[in-house]
């Protein structure tokens, strides 16, 4: 029992102050179980003690059996010296036994002990010392074995091991006492009650050790992000756009966006195409609650569909609005093509297109999927969540807009921006924001932005002073680069790691 | 954004001095192009012997094919540094103007063509590498993989006008394409390019149409068959010296500026720099006669007042067109209103479509990065959640707290994910179905959140066990009553994955939630007070028997069932290797609303 080896460790200290030897004074109990004892007395400093390691030489079971009954060859000498006319060797294992014939006789040849007479062998000696049994004994009784050449013999002939043996020299600590009290792994409510918590002592505690891991949910890391970013629009006083509705048009997706039929990312390659249901119909009023038009934007006057379906016809086809268009053919049915939103800039357009019936300032935002026919890698996913804010106002400037980003960013802790001169198909002018990222020591473009086009609004039948800002980021990329994410699908998706979501930090943007 | 690649060299000495990466990086932002990279540093490919002089590898906006050459970047940026004039244009006036007469079957493939000449044209290697390079980017960019326009140039010396266009069945077209040595077909051209790396990709563009378009020259020379490849005869070469362009198309604008790009980028080469030869195109079947290229500039008014306003500056007429000149217009205060600039849009400029366009180079020549910068006013907007998007956040807090993790899976997955692998049957009325998906993990818009919790936790078999996981999600299913013919749906969905089954713990959850969300569990022979939720025992195929429930709501004195939560069915798990049991929950959570 550990505990009465510890009351057993203070007994035998208590003679004197002089240090104790392990090994001499409990020398048949394992040395892990003294270290556990003295471990505990020591976190209470009752002892103070000091490791020793020694190299100890033991004996195999072979070994031992030699140091019992004598080597292999002593046993063939006995034999053949007793029978004294010579012994048949045939006979000779019958007698011994296989293994003692087989290295005994030769070990015995070599020290000239018998010899061989034909089929017999006969004694040259009349008696012999079995050195290698008094090897043995000796080790046996003090561990130890100085001559090294003996040791490597005996090694060789896997008679003996060699082992390290741990001892501990053991003296009484500042607060030795005779006694060692149980100590009480916990404050409990029966020690409160009965008064023994006086008395009691506690086990000490680890402070170098965590505590115990506490059982938590927790919520996905992009979305923390996200509810950050949601948090700095309605700062900033926007509304949240109705984005639960992944399927569009190919009119809200592109073509009332003044997107070119022929624009590349409308490709097959870059845009998914619905095959089934397998066309929409064209504009018209949703039903109510399809999505929920906020109580703010249920219109005033009822939009025409059928007048902004052919403006924007006519803008591609042949210009209007100051515009001379893109002057080409402009088709019906690639217009009800349904597609996977590109983008949340659909949905934009769509509360752009109902405040036309009550044209007045508003700011919406949205953070929600969007989908792209890419091929998947590191950084490209065929989903990714698109971060995007429009601000409609009269009189708005591009120096505003500027002015609105630095704001917007700082709340995220970019503080240095710049704009470059960027092309977006309904955009004009158009800006891609750089930021100075200080870890990375360069320029890093963190978002697009502009002027939604005349084209655009004025096809809704917005006033041509109402000019209305938008821009975009991925809510992915900049968490990757904020927190070293190097493959998107370790943030998105069913490869992410559950610890990464269950171990990562608050989302503090304007801090991290 | 097409991305060019010119030589270093050669633009720093046509810009007048040498730049740091740096220094032209900064011009390049200001421009509005990027400097994606100078390959000064880097390793550079050895061709014949020769390692390729280092590059500048610029990124043009997708919309300025005035930029997609050497000869472009060049002549913009020297404007925009104020250092060369705006060039001016010129047709000359041969005295027998070459003439390209198009017949009417080409109406059947490939309905217009427009011509040019560049006569004393001197190339040299760079000359003549970026001319046919500006051709390839122009096919790939705005003639959508020569698909729209494509263009050939051949060597006026070689073959003898008029020209036609014509439309004839393949059979009887037979010439000896561009670098080839025996006469072929149409027909047998087509075989012959099927596997060709860079044509055999083009082939599809008329190869099943009963006549193709062909150019011939007087003498019945096949100066090209559009837009897959020209006639051997008439091929351009170093030392080619009047060039003629034939540009076919079925798109007149696309036709149009591919004409304007070819001819305004390279006549800076000929004898007299900028002088372009038109040709006359006779066709007379779909009143398509004129004289191409159409080079004169286009005029076009802008406000003051509204590029002004735009940019927040208050500059004058006459400082406005002082900017624009740097972006290559010629712009003039008009002498009839002092609100009106009038602009002469170059026809290298076809990226201007309306005075928002004149605005903005405005403001880049003015300097982005120099505008005043304002905050726009707080016209009193209210800040406010979409009221679904409230409601799912109430659910996912609770979850959370109640000690589940939040997991964000894709929306888009297989149809047997979706469907047989849940043991459920597709009616073909429910799920929207992706017509091009680049693989199979990508086939339907899923109409369960259950395919994204399940594979989760099959891609998180490493983590210790019970896994408690949900998440509050859209799906989408077909509606044909709407525009867009589906509709989304906000879910919540929980799994538990571990030694025991779970299920009464994912009930626990249910019941948390509903309290959350102030609905009563109502118990049989009870009346509600309020909102109430009930369970039945659920026969279906996605659990194991008898250890499902459908989940019932009384909202508002109406019934209505919900989701339903239960064992998982192990034929379920077998399909998304799951080794032990899992309980699940789904819910449509609109119903609070």
Same mark, same amino acid.
């Given at each position: ?182 100590? #009480? ?128 016809? =006519? ?198 | ?266 006549? #800076? ?90 605005? =903005? ?233």
């Amino acid at each position: 029992m550990a505990s009465d080896l510890t009351n057993q460790i203070l007994d035998a200290l208590s003679a004197s102050d002089a240090p104790i030897l392990s090994s001499e004074a409990f020398p048949s109990t394992p040395s892990l179980n003294v270290k556990s004892a003295l471990d505990r007395l020591e976190s209470r400093q009752m002892v103070q003690y000091e490791t020793l390691e020694k190299e100890i030489v033991t004996l195999t079971a072979e070994g031992q059996e030699i140091a019992a009954n004598g080597s292999h060859e002593a046993k063939v000498f006995a034999v053949v010296l007793a029978a004294m006319d010579g012994l048949k060797i045939s006979d000779l294992p019958g007698i011994v036994g296989k293994e003692n014939a087989k290295v005994g006789q030769g070990n015995a040849f070599k020290r000239g002990w018998i010899k061989k007479d034909k089929d017999l062998l006969r004694a040259s000696a009349d008696s012999i010392v079995d050195e290698t049994q008094q090897q043995l004994l000796a080790v046996q009784k003090t561990k130890t074995l100085d001559d090294k050449k003996v040791v490597a013999d005996l090694k060789r002939r896997k008679l003996i091991g060699l082992a390290k043996e741990l001892a501990f020299k053991i003296t009484k600590g500042p607060k030795y006492a005779r006694e060692f009290v149980k100590e #009480q792994t916990d404050l409990t409510p029966e020690m409160i009650a009965n008064g023994s918590w006086k008395t009691a002592h506690l086990k000490p505690y680890n402070f170098n050790a965590k505590g115990a891991p506490t059982p938590s949910g927790t919520l996905h890391p992009l979305n923390k992000v996200r509810q950050e970013f949601r948090n700095i629009f309605f700062d900033m006083g926007f509304e949240e756009m109705p984005t639960n509705r992944f399927v569009e048009t190919g009119f809200w997706n592109f073509d009332a966006l003044f997107v070119p039929q022929q624009h590349p990312a409308r490709d097959l390659q870059d845009t998914f195409y619905i095959s089934d249901p397998a066309v929409a119909d064209p504009p018209r009023e949703d039903p109510p609650n399809e999505p929920n038009p906020p109580a703010q934007l249920k219109a005033d006057n009822p939009l025409d569909y059928k007048k902004y379906w052919d403006n924007v016809r =006519e803008v591609h086809e042949h210009g209007k609005f100051g515009s001379i268009g893109y002057r080409y053919p402009w088709s019906a049915d690639e217009s009800l093509r349904l597609v996977l939103r590109t983008h949340t800039t659909s949905i934009s357009t769509y509360m752009l297109h109902k405040l036309a019936a009550n044209p007045r300032p508003a700011r919406f935002f949205s953070i929600d999927r969007v989908f792209r026919n890419e091929s998947v890698d590191a950084t490209h996913l065929a989903e990714f969540h698109q971060v995007e804010g429009v601000i409609a106002d009269f009189g708005l400037t591009l120096g505003g807009l500027i002015g609105f980003m630095e704001v917007f960013f700082a709340k995220m802790g970019i503080h240095k921006l710049r704009f470059k001169p960027a092309y977006n198909p309904y955009t004009e002018p158009s800006m891609e924001i750089f930021g100075y990222h200080d870890g990375l020591g360069k320029w890093v473009e963190i978002g697009n932005s502009g002027m939604f086009r005349p084209e655009m609004l004025e096809s809704m039948g917005l006033p041509k002073d109402l000019r209305v800002y938008g821009w975009g980021l991925s809510l992915e990329r900049p968490t990757m680069i904020k927190y070293g994410v190097s493959n998107i699908r370790e943030l998105l998706g069913h490869k992410v790691d559950l610890h990464f979501i269950e171990t990562n930090p608050a989302i503090r943007l304007e801090k991290d | 954004m097409p991305t060019i690649s010119v030589d270093k060299a050669a633009l720093f000495q046509e810009l007048g001095r040498e730049y740091t990466t740096e220094e032209f990086d900064e011009l390049c932002f200001e421009f509005g192009i990027e400097l994606d990279e100078d390959t000064t540093n880097s390793d550079r490919p050895i061709v014949d012997g020769k390692q390729e002089p280092p590059q500048l590898k610029i990124e043009i906006p997708a919309n300025r094919y005035d930029l997609l050459c050497f000869e472009g970047i060049a002549l913009m940026l020297n404007i925009f540094l104020g250092r060369n004039p705006l060039p001016e244009y010129k047709l000359t006036q041969p005295a027998r103007m070459e003439q390209i007469i198009v017949k009417e079957d080409t109406t059947k493939i490939r309905p217009y063509v427009a011509g040019a000449i560049l006569r004393n044209i001197k190339f040299d290697q760079a000359r003549y590498a970026s001319f046919i390079a500006l051709q390839d980017k122009l096919h790939q960019n705005l003639a959508r993989q020569r698909t729209l326009v494509s263009i050939g140039t051949h060597d006026l010396d070689t073959v003898k006008g008029p020209f036609t266009y014509e439309a004839l069945p393949p059979k009887d077209i037979k010439f000896t394409p561009l670098n080839q040595t025996q006469e072929m077909d149409g027909e047998e051209l087509m075989n012959f390019y099927e596997k060709h790396q860079q044509l055999g990709k083009y082939l599809h563009i008329i190869r099943d149409s009963p006549v193709y378009p062909v150019i011939y020259d007087s003498n019945r020379t096949v100066c090209s068959l559009p837009p897959i490849i020209n006639g051997d005869r008439s091929k351009i070469s170093l030392d080619t010296t009047n060039v003629l362009i034939e540009i076919t198309a079925l798109d007149k604008t696309k036709l149009d500026i591919v004409s304007k790009m070819m001819v305004t980028m390279f006549s #800076q080469y000929t004898l007299e720099p900028f002088t372009i030869e038109p040709v006359e195109i006779v066709s007379e079947h779909n009143n398509e006669t004129r004289v191409t290229p159409d080079i004169a500039p286009r005029t076009a008014e802008a406000e003051v007042s509204y590029i002004n306003q735009c940019c927040g500056l208050s500059l004058s007429p006459a400082e406005i067109c002082t900017l624009l000149k740097k972006m290559a217009f010629r712009a003039k205060p008009s002498t009839t209103s002092p609100d009106i600039i009038n602009v002469e849009i170059p026809p290298t400029r076809a990226d201007v479509l309306h005075q928002c366009d004149i605005m =903005e180079d405005v403001a880049i020549a003015y300097g982005f990065n120099s505008l005043p910068r304002a905050f726009p006013n707080i016209s009193g907007t209210v800040a406010q959640p979409l009221p679904i998007n409230k409601l799912s956040d109430i659910v996912r807090v609770e979850t959370a707290m109640a000690g589940w993790s939040e997991v964000l899976p894709l929306i888009l997955c297989s149809h047997d994910e979706n469907f047989g692998w849940l043991n459920r049957k597709d009616d073909g009325n429910t799920a929207v179905k992706l017509a091009n998906p680049k693989t199979l993990e990508f086939q339907v818009v899923r109409t369960s959140l259950l395919p994204g919790l399940l594979k989760t936790i099959r891609e998180n078999k490493h983590h210790s066990v019970p896994m408690k996981i949900f998440e509050v999600s859209d799906v989408a299913f077909k509606d044909l009553s709407l525009e867009r013919k589906s509709r989304n749906e906000r879910h919540f969905a929980a799994a538990f994955y571990g030694k025991t089954s779970g299920f009464e713990v994912v009930h626990g959850l249910l019941d948390r939630v509903m309290a959350m969300l102030k609905t009563d569990f109502l118990a049989e022979g009870e009346t509600p007070k309020g909102d109430s939720y009930y369970i039945k025992e659920l026969d279906d195929p996605t659990y194991f028997p008898g250890h499902a429930a459908s989940i019932h709501v009384r909202i508002g004195g109406k019934d209505k069932v919900i989701g339903s939560f239960g064992i998982l069915h192990p034929t379920v798990l077998e399909k998304y290797e799951l080794k032990y049991p899992v309980s699940s929950l789904e819910l449509n959570v609109e119903a609070f609303m």
